[in-house]
């Protein structure tokens, strides 16, 4: 059996899954998924249709009625179920992520682990969902409660195949809610994994869909059903902006993690070694298709050379390769449009005046390889300081003043993560304040945790998942006077 036969023989069936039932292709359309590594076919994804739609809807509405009756010990069970049998099929379920994403499997392995501690998180916090009651004279007292808002539609990428469907699901399920979920068409089987798991738990029928189909489609007939009462969203700002716009129509609660293009800003007190490591290690972490990756480096004048030159050294050492071969530090991008768009960045970066100090180059061979890649002395109006790169693609300039890096870190219309290095303390607070961003790193690059918010500010959007504000995202306050 060759290479990419005995891959597809791992890659499981594809099917949509509606009010209990998993549906195959029949007379639907299909998408082709792809191993982004080989460029080869591993499995055809059926695609809903208006009636697949109408009929999660349905379930979802109904799914609801009965969910939102259930004990939170009940809620609490099943995601605390799901987390363990993930964990109890972590090789198997990481080794799809890595299939159909491309991402190493030691990445699929520690994302798989993150997910199942959200699932567990939450399962905490459904037994945690308080209210208060306000004092009055004798006889009288006013409630405030809180409700599941109701059934939620879900859109989630594909960078995260696994962790992503469950930040989209875990909340809404422990607050009492219904989902419809529309992962990414390229890494449809980890989100199915992912389903599976709560079913297995002990999901009842309806309280989860999960449903593929064109974008524009889905997103159009689910947001313009009154049944929908949520929209929960990650990908582009583009995107986000329009479908704030169809939500708009039947006022629906929005969750938006949109773009980002993360600042850092490396002080020349910084440990210099420690942070060459952190730096290249976390940008490199998925070949930079992380939503938070640093991306737009500032680095103080006076270690300016120094510090690029060390990058490049270390980005040069960064071993690419199929994700399933042991031996990969970073794997091929996942899908064929983003290493087109990395290369065309790189260009005219050049073209402008940056320097090349590592990469720059798409890999020849099978799959969708891209050279990690560190450029010097960019401009800031070159197109990759001012769009996302979404790729392996380091940019870096230097600055001499405190206020000078703030406003080149701020300079943008997106706020979602941006990171720090300095061993001062002062100089760290005043950084971490004076940053426009969701999130923001000193001296480190984990940004996220199960019981910490996620969430960017700008145009990287609105509302958090994770954390107890991912609870507060799926409830609505209702105030009961008594007499």
């Known amino acids: 059996m060759t290479g990419e036969a005995a891959a597809a023989a791992h890659y499981p069936p594809l099917r949509l899954h509606i009010d209990g039932e998993w549906l195959a292709a029949g007379h639907r359309r ?57 964990r109890e099929r972590s090789e198997q379920v990481a080794r799809i992520a890595t299939l159909e994403e491309g991402k190493t499997l030691g990445e699929a392995r520690l994302e798989l682990g993150a997910a199942a501690g959200l699932l567990d998180f939450y399962a905490g916090e ?29 859109f989630a990428p594909w960078n995260f195949p696994i962790h992503n469907p469950v930040r989209k699901l875990a909340a809404p399920i422990a607050t009492g809610c219904s989902v419809i979920l529309k992962p990414a ?16 738990a002990g999901l009842p029928r309806g309280v989860a869909q999960i449903v593929f189909g064109v974008p524009d489609e889905v997103s159009r007939h689910l947001l313009a059903s009154p049944a929908i009462r949520k929209l929960s969203f990650t990908g582009s700002t583009v995107v986000g902006r329009e479908l704030m716009r169809r939500c708009a129509d039947t006022v629906k609660k929005t969750t938006l993690e949109l773009g980002g293009h993360a600042p850092v800003v490396v002080f020349d007190d910084c440990d210099f070694d420690r942070t060459v490591e952190t730096l290249v290690t976390t940008k490199f972490r998925n070949a930079g298709q992380v939503c938070v990756s640093p991306t737009r480096f500032y680095v103080q004048q006076g270690i300016y050379e120094r510090f690029v030159k060390a990058l490049a050294a270390r980005s040069r050492e960064i071993r690419v390769a199929d994700g399933l071969v042991q031996a990969a530090e970073m794997g091929p ?20 005046g940056a320097r090349v100090l590592a990469g720059g180059q798409r890999i020849g061979g099978a799959g969708y390889f891209f050279e990690p890649t560190v450029l010097a002395d960019v401009p800031v109006t070159t ?3 001012n769009e996302e790169p979404f790729g392996p693609l380091i940019m870096a300039r230097p ?7 703030v406003e080149q870190a701020n300079r943008l219309p997106y706020g979602l993560a941006a990171f720090a290095f300095t061993e001062n303390g002062r100089q760290a607070n005043r950084i ?20 910490a918010p996620f969430q960017g500010v700008k145009q990287s959007g609105h509302g958090s998942e ?8 799926c409830l609505v306050t209702k105030t009961i006077h008594q007499a």
């Open 30 to 86: 299909t998408h082709t998924v792809v191993n982004p590594a080989t460029g080869a076919p591993l499995g055809e994804l059926p695609l809903a249709d208006e009636s697949d739609l109408d009929r999660a809807l349905d379930a979802a509405e109904r799914g609801f009625r009965t969910w939102r009756q259930a004990e939170p010990n009940q809620r609490a069970v099943v995601l605390h179920g799901a987390a363990r049998l993930l």
């Open 126 to 154: 459904a037994v945690r969902i308080y209210g208060r009651v306000l004092m009055r004279k004798p006889g009288l007292r006013t409630l405030v409660v809180k409700e599941p808002i109701g059934p939620v539609a879900a």
């Open 185 to 200: 068409e390229e890494t449809p089987a980890s989100a199915l994994a992912v389903l599976e798991a709560l079913l297995d």
């Open 333 to 352: 991008l996942a899908n064929p449009r983003r290493p087109a768009t990395v290369e065309a960045m790189v260009q005219q970066a050049t073209s402008d």
């Open 383 to 385: 197109r990759a300081m």
């Open 399 to 405: 600055f001499n003043s405190f206020d000078e890096a």
């Open 432 to 451: 971490a304040d004076a940053i426009e961003a969701g999130m923001v790193g000193v001296n480190t690059a984990r940004v996220a945790a199960p019981d």
């Open 466 to 473: 994770d954390g107890i504000e991912g609870i507060e995202a």
